[in-house]
């Protein structure tokens, strides 16, 4: 069984379009976040939710919208793709909002954006 | 607000031989230790954990680490490695003043060679 699925693996879009990635975990976690990884490898968070409710907001483009439709699911819609937008999204999840839980990772959404 | 810095970005090593990656922290108030592994192509796992206690954390594949507060440092080591060690490990750190952020550093990559 899958503990922090993603959907699609692999996403090639032209410069423009719009696209969304989903994320379901099945852990019987209550936070789930959004991580962009670079092509250095760099990881950065974008998104925190917990139970529904958005808890971290990074420094992210307003064409990234997170959305939660339950605490299982976290999806990713974004608006306008720039070329800058090509990296490794991965969507984790932790037990609980604690500082001190440990994130459970997908195995990544690379978008590239040509 | 906390930070990681990753004193080595490659790290090439033969089979059987000891290797330590090296991760230093900065943070104002009580932290919380990880280390990650990414394989190729896949999303992140948890090596080990620092949450209190001994100094000395003991994890998955052999791999151990030692908190160190007065160096704000948590290397990771192993005294023999293997070829499937290959892999790129990420140390990061959580802390009360973070609002629930895990914050990465930029990762090793260790190279085992035969």
């Known amino acids: 069984d899958t503990a922090v699925s993603q959907t699609p693996k692999y996403l090639v879009t032209q410069m423009g379009n719009d696209k969304s990635i989903k994320c379901e975990q099945n852990?019987?976690?209550?936070?789930m976040y959004w991580y962009k990884q670079d092509s250095k490898k760099f990881l950065k968070i974008m998104f925190s939710?917990?139970?529904?409710?958005?808890?971290i907001n990074e420094t992210v483009p307003n064409r990234f919208s997170p959305k939660s439709p339950d605490k299982a699911h976290l999806n990713l819609h974004i608006n306008s793709l720039e070329l800058g937008d090509s990296a490794v999204y991965f969507c984790?999840?932790?037990?609980?909002?604690?500082?001190?839980?440990?994130?459970?990772f997908g195995n990544g959404t690379r978008l590239t954006v040509t | 607000a906390q930070s990681v810095t990753q004193l080595d970005s490659q790290v090439p090593v033969f089979e059987e031989a000891p290797v330590e990656l090296r991760c230093n922290y900065s943070?104002?108030?009580?932290?919380?230790l990880f280390w990650y592994v990414q394989y190729p192509n896949q999303g992140l796992q948890l090596l080990l954990k620092?949450?209190?206690?001994?100094?000395l954390v003991k994890g998955i594949n052999g791999f151990e680490a030692e908190f160190n507060k007065s160096q704000t440092s948590f290397h990771l080591r192993k005294p023999s490695v293997h070829i499937s060690d290959t892999a790129e490990y990420f140390c990061?750190?959580?802390?009360?003043?973070?609002?629930?952020?895990?914050?990465f550093g930029a990762g090793t990559r260790l190279f085992v060679k035969a």
């Open positions: 990061a750190v959580s802390d009360h003043g973070g609002g629930f952020k895990t914050i």
């Open positions: 620092y949450l209190s206690g001994s100094t």
């Open positions: 943070s104002s108030v009580s932290v919380y």
């Open positions: 939710y917990n139970n529904k409710e958005l808890i």
């Open positions: 852990l019987g976690h209550d936070t």
């Open positions: 984790a999840s932790s037990q609980g909002r604690i500082y001190n839980s440990p994130l459970h």
